[in-house]
């Protein structure tokens, strides 16, 4: 590994024309004496993938949907970059010796081998794949002590927890706070949810996200995967994750340590920050980015999240407390609810029905390995599939009395 950010980090770059992907690329075309781009990869985006390609001139670059492999390697054919395709082939790139940091960026439960992979090769994680953590947490950290990697978190929320808790290793965390923003329904009850349309979800009021995790984020899902996520990153109990919703978006989160006092890292709603934190980690990097000021924001206000209304978070921390492969369920009918909210096909309320039905239903495996999760999340897809064909549209939720 690098420790002198005067050194040029290499980076690969796993899911390269999403939304953090692409302001990840910005941060390293903003740095070019920093960093260097090795491999990039896309899922289906090959148009995007081929421009990145061009511009940032990687060794390699990776298209997960094969059928369009011809397509990419013909418009770089003109060029020395290297054209491959398959989450296979992704899973061995990572491993390339000239990798120093990969960022893991990929949407939902694909990202999960590649990680494994890298850690296994010694590569340092920048971690905006929450999923990885929530479906094999305990495996991902114990993989990462193995190997002497450090695991570098990416979200705003975990990027300033792990901020405030730099030089305070020795001392012990009471409880960290996870803030919200409340998305674009906050205050909202459930008869207004069961009539909103993707169209409605997809504004959020503070971030510019890829359509998932701004769907998450509108059902406080993202939170809940955040609450795992965070268990795992910090070492955590449950009953140490507080959520708190605060609109404004300026505190990214806090932590309270034993004495009672509380540090949080506060900025205006960007994801380039805790992205440029991750990869030029240890070092702080100078940067134009927007400052926040006081007096823009003379008010700042915190509230509690209901999660009677939005019961997605309190799903998500029941699985927590179950453990095993409950998480992984959590993750796989979220997934698949998601999809079909944004394709038209189940309600906003439906998709906590479906989440909690495979939770029941789904057989629980205390002590998981790998080829576990795997399976788990397969067949947790196949049973959310099928019940998005029984469910009504507009499910209202269970009755919870």
């Known amino acids: 590994m690098l420790d002198n950010i005067s050194q040029i980090k290499n980076i690969a770059i796993l899911g390269s024309t999403g939304s953090i992907g692409t302001q990840a690329l910005e941060v390293v075309n903003e740095n070019p004496d920093l960093f260097q781009v090795v491999l990039l990869t896309a899922n289906n985006n090959a148009d995007l993938l081929i421009q990145q390609a061009l511009e940032f001139y990687p060794t390699h670059v990776a298209i997960c949907d094969e059928s369009k492999y011809g397509y990419v390697k013909e418009a770089l054919a003109k060029t020395e970059i290297k054209v491959h395709a398959g989450h296979k082939a992704i899973v061995e790139l990572v491993t390339l010796a000239e990798i120093h940091v990969v960022l893991t960026a990929m949407v939902g439960f694909a990202g999960l081998e590649p990680t494994i992979a890298a850690i296994r090769a010694g590569k340092d994680i920048a971690l905006a794949n929450k999923e990885t ?4 947490g305990e495996l991902i950290t114990e993989l990462a002590r193995e190997h002497n990697v450090k695991i570098l978190p990416v979200d705003s929320e975990h990027s300033a927890i792990f901020q405030c808790l730099v030089g305070e290793e020795q001392n012990p965390i009471e409880k960290i706070i996870l803030t919200a923003s409340g998305g674009p ?5 459930a008869a207004y949810l069961a009539n909103v349309t993707r169209e409605d979800a997809l504004k959020h009021p503070n971030w510019v996200m890829g359509a998932k995790i701004t769907i998450d984020s509108a059902s406080l899902m993202n939170k809940g995967l955040e609450v795992v996520e965070a268990k795992w990153l910090f070492d955590l109990q449950p009953a140490q994750i507080e959520v708190i919703v ?3 978006s300026i505190i990214h989160s806090m932590v309270q340590f034993e004495d009672g006092s509380i540090k949080a890292q506060m900025g205006l709603p960007d994801m380039k920050l805790p992205i440029q934190y991750a990869l030029g980690y ?11 000021g006081f007096t823009d924001y003379p008010s700042l206000t915190f509230e509690q999240p209901d999660i009677k209304t939005f019961r997605n978070l309190g799903l998500v921390f029941d699985a927590l407390g179950a453990g095993g492969n409950m998480p992984c369920i959590v993750n796989a009918a979220n997934e698949v609810a998601v999809a079909a909210f944004l394709n038209k096909q189940t309600g906003f309320l439906a998709m906590s029905d479906i989440i909690e039905a ?4 789904m057989e629980f495996i205390e002590t998981p390995a790998l080829h576990d999760y795997m399976e788990t999340d397969r067949q947790t897809r196949l049973l959310a599939q099928n019940l998005i064909q029984t469910l009504p549209l507009k499910a209202l939720h269970f009755d919870t009395n």
Not at 283 to 291: P, S, T
Not at 358 to 361: A, E, F, L
């Open 133 to 136: 953590l929530v479906v094999a």
């Open 185 to 189: 329904f906050r205050g909202r009850d």
């Open 246 to 248: 605060h609109p404004q």
């Open 282 to 292: 240890p070092q702080r990097i100078a940067n134009n980015f927007k400052r926040f």
């Open 358 to 361: 495979c939770m029941q239903k």
